[in-house]
Structures are given as C-alpha cells and as structure tokens.
C-alpha cells in the first residue's frame, strides 16, 4: 500500500465536498509530480484563506480582514440598503447568483445549507440560533427564503417557515420558475429576477 503520508492526504481530500476516494489519490499523485513551486503556493493560499478572511458577524459572508478591523462584510457595511429586508440562502454562491442579478437591495443571511433538516445531525448545521438572534429586536420585516429549488431546499425552507410562522415577521418564497432540482447559481438572471420579484 501506499506511504502513510500519501494515504493522510488521500483521507483529507476525501472529505472534501464530492470527492471520492479515487479523486482524492488523483490529487495526491498531481502535487507529488507537481513543481515545487506550485505546491508552496497551494499551501500558502490554504493559510490565507484561513488567516486572513474573516465571515461577516451579520450574514456570515467572507470577507478580505487582512487590512481591516471590521467585522462586518462590505453589503451589511452599505448604509444605501435595506435594514427591513433579509434573504436568507443556503450558501455563498447562492448570495453571489443573487447580488449579480442587481435587482435585490436588502441583507442576507446565510444559513450553511444545504442540508436535510429531517436529519436531527444535519440540520444542526444551519445556522439557526443565529437566524433567530438576527431577527430578535431587529428592524426587519421580511424574510425571503430564498432555498433553491431542490429536495433539501425544499425542506429547509418548510423547516423555516415553520421555526418563523409567529415571529411576526413576513415571510415569502421566491417565485416559481426555477428550474426544479437545479440551484440559483446556475438559473439564468433573467428567471432568477422574476422569482425574485413573483416572491410571495
Ligand atoms: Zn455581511
């Protein structure tokens, strides 16, 4: 078998998000034939990812906090924004889908998704103590889940719906017309604008 460094690194790229096994000693056998230069420059983006992006106290966005003290990301920053309207997605890439539509003008908040929150571990994983303490006292009046349109999505945002339907805040789904099974991220702008405004 092989040396038990190279079986360490296979371990840890398996848990990476989709990737297997096979993909993982894939990895392994590209940075051993690699230049050196290459794989210091791997290791040392993996330390600044880590050390020097910070996620948003608010939305939990991350952020570039290598040159500043803040603690929050530039859209919770932006005063021009709604502080009444919070949307509320399952991951990064779901909040970048929706800012490139430039249509929306509130918050977010992202809820670490995708998961089954059927699954008692699962849903553990959404940020949900932090959802509540974000709408506690808050000046917002509507939450739009915007899951994608997937089983998981699906249920996280009936999951949602009802952990929220007393707290007196609106809430509203984006609209139909989102391909089923797909997520936001790969939904054309034109389709993600108007579910975006058909949200009820
Ligand atoms: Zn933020």
Do not use: H
Not at 12 to 27: D, I, K
Not at 68 to 81: A, F, H, V
Not at 94 to 103: F, G, N, P, Q, Y
């Amino acid at each position: 078998m092989y040396p038990r460094q190279i079986q360490r690194l296979i371990q840890l790229f398996s848990g990476f998000p989709t990737v297997g096994q096979r993909t993982a000693t894939r990895f392994v056998f590209y940075l051993l034939r690699a230049p050196r230069s290459e794989v210091k420059e791997l290791i040392e983006a993996i330390a600044q990812v880590r050390n020097q992006i910070a996620l948003c106290k608010l939305c939990f966005q991350p952020f570039d906090a290598s040159e500043k003290t803040q603690e929050l990301c530039i859209i919770c920053n932006d005063n021009t924004r709604s502080k009444e309207i919070l949307c509320v997605i399952e991951k990064e890439s779901d909040l970048e889908a929706l800012e490139s539509i430039k249509e929306y003008k509130g918050l977010y908040f992202i809820l670490g998704g995708p998961v089954d929150p059927l699954k008692k571990e699962q849903r553990e994983i959404l940020r949900m103590k932090e959802l509540e303490e974000r709408l506690k006292d808050s000046p917002i009046k509507e939450v739009i889940i915007a899951t994608n349109p997937t089983v998981e999505g699906e249920a996280t945002a009936l999951y949602l719906e009802r952990v929220f339907k007393d707290s007196g805040i609106k809430l509203t789904r984006l609209g139909r017309g989102l391909p089923i099974g797909g997520e936001l991220e790969y939904a054309d702008p034109e389709t993600l604008k108007q579910s975006l405004e058909n949200r009820r």
